[in-house]
C-alpha cells in the first residue's frame, strides 16, 4: 500500500529554516507527491506538490531525492504563523485518490 | 466569500439517527470530495464526484450515501448512525477532472459527536 512516513513533530525557531522531512519508499512513477498543512480548527490547507524536480512557491520549497523515494519541504522562514500539521501525501495516478501520511505537528518558538 | 462551506460546523446527535451534512463550493470546480479525519487526526478520502458522477468509491459502509444535485453541491447522508462515524468530515473540491497533480480546496469541517 502507497504511504508516507513523517515524524510526529518538530520544533523551529522563528525566522529559521525548517526542514521537514517524508519517506515515500512505495512511491511509483505517475505519482505526485503533495503537502498540506491544517491550521487548529480549520480545514488542509495546499502548500506545494510536485512530480520529479524540485519545486518553489511563495509558501515553500520541496525538494524531491532523485530516486523520489522521499521529499523535504522547506519553510524558509518561520513564523509563529507556521505552527500547523504538515500532511505529506501521495497522489496516486492510478485511482485519483490522495494518500495522507500522519503529519508532523511544526512547533515555532518565538 | 468562502469558497469551500460545509453546513452544520458542529453536529451531535443520537446512534441510530439520521443525519445530512451539506457542502457547496462557489470556484466553479468540476470534482468534489468527502474526507474523513479520525480522533487521531489520520485523514482519509470517503467519496469523490466529478460532475454529479461518482467516481471514487472507497470502503466506507453503505450507511454512507453521498449525493450530488449539480456540481457545485455535495451532501453526505448518513444513516443509522454509530458511535465510530464520530469524526471531523471534509469536504473539497478540486477544478478538473480530479487528476492527482490537481490542487484541492477544503471546506472547514463539520465535527459530528454520535452519543
Known amino acids: 500500500d502507497a504511504k508516507t512516513t513523517q515524524p510526529n513533530s518538530m520544533e523551529s525557531n522563528e525566522e529559521e529554516p525548517v526542514h521537514l522531512p517524508c519517506n515515500h519508499s512505495?512511491?511509483?512513477?505517475?505519482?505526485?507527491i503533495h503537502w498540506y498543512r491544517q491550521l487548529p480548527s480549520q480545514g488542509p490547507e495546499y502548500v506545494i506538490h510536485?512530480?520529479?524536480s524540485n519545486v518553489n512557491n511563495r509558501m515553500a520549497s520541496l525538494a524531491i531525492a532523485e530516486d523520489r523515494k522521499s521529499s523535504t519541504l522547506i519553510l524558509h522562514r518561520a513564523t509563529l504563523r507556521d505552527a500547523a500539521v504538515y500532511y505529506c501525501?501521495?497522489?496516486?495516478?492510478?485511482?485519483?485518490?490522495?494518500?495522507f501520511g500522519q503529519g508532523t505537528t511544526l512547533q515555532v518558538k518565538p | 466569500d468562502t469558497a469551500v462551506s460545509q453546513t452544520p460546523k458542529y453536529l451531535v446527535t443520537q446512534m441510530g439517527n439520521d443525519k445530512s451534512i451539506k457542502c457547496e463550493q462557489n470556484?466553479?470546480?468540476?470534482?468534489m470530495y468527502w474526507y474523513k479525519q479520525d480522533s487521531k487526526k489520520f485523514l482519509k478520502i470517503m467519496f469523490s464526484?466529478?460532475?454529479?458522477?461518482?467516481?471514487i468509491n472507497e470502503t466506507v459502509p453503505n450507511r454512507f450515501s453521498p449525493k450530488s444535485p449539480d456540481k457545485a453541491h455535495l451532501n453526505l447522508h448518513i444513516n443509522s448512525l454509530e458511535l465510530g462515524d464520530s469524526a471531523v468530515y471534509f469536504c473539497?473540491?478540486?477544478?478538473?477532472?480530479?487528476?492527482?497533480?490537481?490542487?484541492?480546496?477544503f471546506g472547514p469541517g463539520t465535527r459530528l459527536l454520535v452519543l
Open positions: 473539497a473540491s478540486s477544478q478538473n477532472s480530479g487528476l492527482v497533480s490537481e490542487t484541492q480546496y
Open positions: 512505495t512511491i511509483s512513477g505517475t505519482d505526485y
Open positions: 510536485g512530480l520529479t
Open positions: 501525501i501521495l497522489g496516486l495516478g492510478n485511482t485519483g485518490k490522495l494518500i
Open positions: 470556484l466553479g470546480h468540476d470534482t
Open positions: 464526484y466529478n460532475n454529479k458522477e461518482l467516481i
